[in-house]
């Protein structure tokens, strides 16, 4: 909960410091919107000027409505200006965001729509409700939430810095995507008898008793994979499926490791390393091959290879491999940023917090976990 206030406190003070920041010297703000100096009648704006300059700001009833970002003057509508209302111009952009909520209609609708909610809310300003407590709440969530998009639009796969790729690429499942003895792909009919490691399955004599007793199983189920040998991976769960129901012990498994076949079996590396006997008997067939019975510490095993995937060694360096990690955690990056723009904007401001109401705030349940108010803007 306290987390929670804490963010959500501190994104109000990275507005209040953008907003600062705009202000011009000596406290008076800065006008983005103001009209730009008249042209000399000696040197006439050119179309293109005439048509980049930015629009004078609203006058008359309107002129105090943060959101009319340009004046329209009916007789002579600014560029991508579609409608003038009161003297605020309504512009193809608006229409677009409003289609957008509404593709089903017309663009005559949608412009009429557009146009209504012009109205009642110059209607609704005229009356003070800019104001109000829930249009000054909304208003300083949206200028939070633009301000963080800003920010975190920087921040893209192009322009991640070498440390985040780097990082990424030290995580031992990522990396082994990318640096990697050959990759086997089977599918395993199974008897199992144990599940821990190999050595205490072997050191205990009720798992030897019942791999020995499943040996007349496998046998049989063998003599019919090898009757009618699948074609692929499928088939072989198919095969196995169908097998199960007459013999209840028996399994289906996908089995996925590296092994590079230079290589002793005690030389491996990696953390799917499989026990040898399994490994040298899979290891040993082609793409396509049913395995005889393998017979393991953990039970029987007959495999169908299915595929190998040759092997890979690619630095994080590598641009097709940068492009890629960086697609996949760019997004845990803008997070980790846009707490950092938080804070910053957060430290030459003041703020104090009042801890022991923050808890106590009526018609606000406390969280069951900590989370991050970060996550949610």
Same mark, same amino acid.
């Given at each position: 909960?306290?987390?929670?206030? &804490?963010?959500?406190?501190?994104?109000?003070?990275?507005?209040?410091?953008? %907003?600062?920041?705009?202000?011009?010297?000596? !406290?008076?703000?800065?006008?983005?919107?103001?009209?730009?100096?008249?042209?000399?009648?000696? /040197?006439?704006? $050119?179309?293109?000027?005439?048509?980049?300059?930015?629009?004078?700001?609203?006058?008359?009833?309107?002129?105090?409505?943060?959101?009319?970002?340009?004046?329209?003057?009916?007789?002579?509508?600014?560029?991508?200006?579609?409608? =003038?209302?009161?003297?605020?111009? %309504?512009?193809?952009?608006?229409?677009?965001?409003?289609?957008?909520?509404?593709?089903?209609? /017309?663009?005559?609708?949608?412009?009429?729509?557009?146009?209504?909610?012009? %109205?009642?809310?110059?209607?609704?300003?005229?009356? !003070?409700?800019?104001?109000?407590?829930?249009?000054?709440?909304?208003?300083?969530?949206? &200028?939070?939430?633009? &301000? &963080?998009?800003?920010?975190?639009?920087?921040?893209?796969?192009?322009?991640?810095?070498?440390?985040?790729?780097?990082?990424?690429?030290?995580?031992?499942?990522?990396?082994?995507?990318?640096?990697?003895?050959?990759?086997?792909?089977?599918?395993?009919?199974?008897?199992?008898? =144990?599940?821990?490691?190999?050595?205490?399955?072997? +050191?205990?004599?009720?798992?030897?008793?019942?791999?020995? @007793?499943?040996?007349?199983?496998?046998?049989? %189920?063998?003599?019919?994979?090898?009757?009618?040998?699948?074609?692929?991976?499928?088939?072989?769960? !198919?095969? =196995? @499926?169908?097998?199960? +129901?007459?013999?209840?012990?028996?399994?289906?498994?996908?089995?996925?490791?590296?092994?590079?076949?230079?290589? $002793?079996?005690?030389?491996?590396? !990696?953390?799917?390393?499989?026990?040898?006997?399994?490994?040298?008997? *899979?290891?040993?067939?082609?793409?396509?091959?049913?395995?005889?019975?393998?017979? $393991?510490?953990?039970?029987?095993?007959?495999?169908?290879?299915?595929?190998?995937?040759?092997?890979?060694?690619?630095?994080?360096?590598?641009?097709?491999?940068?492009?890629?990690?960086?697609?996949?955690? *760019?997004?845990?990056?803008?997070?980790?940023?846009?707490?950092?723009?938080?804070?910053?904007?957060?430290?030459?401001?003041?703020?104090?917090?009042?801890?022991?109401?923050?808890?106590?705030?009526?018609?606000?349940?406390?969280?069951?976990?900590?989370?991050?108010?970060?996550?949610?803007?």
């Amino acid at each position: 909960m306290v987390a929670r206030t &804490l963010i959500a406190v501190a994104v109000a003070v990275a507005v209040a410091a953008a %907003i600062a920041s705009a202000c011009a010297p000596g !406290g008076t703000p800065a006008n983005p919107t103001a009209a730009p100096p008249p042209t000399s009648p000696s /040197s006439p704006a $050119s179309p293109k000027q005439a048509a980049t300059a930015p629009a004078p700001p609203p006058t008359g009833a309107v002129a105090a409505a943060p959101w009319a970002a340009q004046a329209c003057t009916v007789g002579a509508p600014q560029l991508g200006t579609v409608a =003038c209302v009161n003297g605020a111009a %309504i512009d193809a952009e608006r229409v677009r965001m409003a289609w957008h909520l509404h593709p089903q209609w /017309s663009v005559e609708q949608v412009v009429a729509a557009t146009i209504d909610e012009e %109205i009642i809310a110059q209607a609704a300003a005229a009356a !003070g409700l800019w104001r109000s407590p829930t249009v000054v709440r909304a208003h300083h969530q949206a &200028l939070a939430q633009t &301000l &963080l998009d800003r920010a975190m639009q920087r921040v893209q796969p192009a322009t991640l810095a070498d440390a985040d790729i780097a990082t990424a690429y030290k995580n031992q499942a990522v990396r082994a995507h990318y640096d990697h003895a050959d990759a086997y792909f089977a599918v395993d009919a199974q008897v199992l008898c =144990c599940s821990g490691s190999p050595q205490q399955c072997m +050191a205990r004599e009720e798992v030897r008793t019942c791999i020995d @007793k499943a040996e007349a199983i496998i046998r049989d %189920i063998y003599s019919e994979l090898q009757n009618n040998p699948p074609a692929t991976a499928m088939e072989m769960w !198919g095969r =196995c @499926k169908a097998m199960a +129901a007459r013999y209840p012990d028996v399994a289906a498994a996908e089995v996925q490791f590296f092994y590079d076949k230079s290589k $002793s079996h005690d030389q491996q590396k !990696g953390y799917d390393i499989m026990v040898q006997e399994y490994a040298e008997a *899979v290891t040993a067939l082609l793409p396509g091959q049913l395995s005889a019975p393998i017979r $393991s510490a953990f039970g029987w095993h007959i495999s169908f290879l299915d595929k190998v995937d040759p092997a890979r060694h690619a630095d994080w360096r590598d641009p097709a491999v940068r492009a890629e990690i960086a697609a996949n955690i *760019v997004q845990p990056v803008r997070t980790r940023e846009a707490q950092r723009f938080v804070f910053a904007h957060m430290k030459p401001r003041e703020a104090t917090y009042f801890f022991e109401r923050i808890d106590h705030i009526a018609g606000v349940q406390p969280a069951k976990t900590e989370g991050n108010a970060v996550d949610d803007l």
